[in-house]
């Protein structure tokens, strides 16, 4: 078990230098560069050549990555050019606002659709299935920025249930009701669109999983179905779930960016609009890595919890 951890953990860590590397490159290969966002048309060369020499824009490209990738290791990712304010400390307070908001829609998202996956596999064909399956594409179809206008119109103009910007109301920070009330819309939003996809990966399990002679074995025994469904087939489906959960960390920080758009949340979505927004290439970068970095840990989380709940897998990757 160990040996194969540690193999795969060896096999991340050129993958992570390769990414900083290509995240680090893309900026370099931009049209715009950070210059361009700090200096104006009649600014002197000299007071351009200062600006490049206090951010170490002068130096070459090896080695503006070589600092870069050495701050980011001490756990100093650099400053804005637009607010000047340390990069690390803008994340230590959105990533937690980010998560607050994702980790909920994504749990609940997982839940109901394990729940629906299972119905509308052991249904296949029938009303059950044709209704969830039908739901589940349009759901797939809906741009999340729309079904958010729409809530928004609905319970946050017309009914005036729930606010419909930030995480606060001003003057109520303390208040845990209004941090709830802020957010529940977001999350409603979330949670409609992680939910088809997830849907039919428990669907598409389940089927799969009714067609196998053990449950044919049950059936023949007398045992009844609503007992094999949740006793036998949801065992063997939520192992690949697994795979999928793990494969979702880069979703806790990057995961609701629209969806932080348009309600105002103050997470990483916004953070990272506004980077893009005012050609912010520290911000951009930092976020880049981080969430690349994040895909190679998901998978590597998965794989590691895939050889924990089955050893076949561990047996095969030694």
């Known amino acids: 078990m160990f040996k194969y951890i540690f193999k795969r953990i060896m096999q991340a860590i050129p993958m992570l230098v390769i990414i900083s590397i290509i995240c680090f490159g893309l900026i370099q290969l931009a049209p715009y560069d950070a210059v361009d966002a700090m200096t104006t048309p009649n600014m002197t060369e000299k007071t351009v050549e200062l600006i490049k020499a206090r951010y170490g824009l002068d130096q070459p490209a090896y080695m503006q990555y070589f600092y870069w990738i050495k701050g980011i290791l001490s756990g100093e990712w650099g400053y804005s050019i637009v607010t000047h304010e340390s990069i690390s400390k803008d994340l230590s307070v959105r990533i937690p606002n980010t998560i607050i908001l994702v980790l909920p829609a994504y749990f609940i998202a997982l839940v109901l659709s394990v729940i629906l996956g299972l119905i509308a596999g052991a249904r296949k064909g029938r009303l059950a299935d044709k209704i969830i399956d039908g739901l589940s594409s349009f759901g797939i179809a809906i741009p999340s ?57 428990v669907r598409s399990s389940t089927i799969g999983q009714l067609s196998e002679d053990y449950v044919m074995v049950q059936q023949a025994y007398g045992a009844p179905s609503i007992g094999i469904l949740f006793n036998h087939v949801l065992r063997n489906v939520l192992l690949p779930v697994i795979t999928i959960v793990g494969m979702s960390l880069p979703m806790l920080v990057t995961g609701a960016v629209v969806t932080e758009t348009v309600f105002g949340w103050p997470g990483i979505g916004t953070y990272f609009v506004k980077a893009i927004q005012g050609f912010d290439y520290p911000i951009i970068m930092a976020i880049m890595l981080l969430s690349s970095s994040l895909v190679i840990i998901g998978n590597l989380l998965s794989d590691i919890l895939y050889s924990i709940v089955d050893p076949r897998i561990k047996g095969m990757g030694e």
């Open 145 to 201: 920025f729309w079904m958010a206008m729409v809530l928004i119109f609905i319970f946050g103009y017309q009914l005036n249930l729930f606010p419909i910007l930030g995480m606060h109301t001003i003057g109520d920070e303390g208040s845990f009701s209004d941090f709830f009330s802020h957010l529940v819309l977001p999350t409603i939003v979330l949670t409609l669109s992680f939910m088809p996809e997830l849907v039919r990966y």
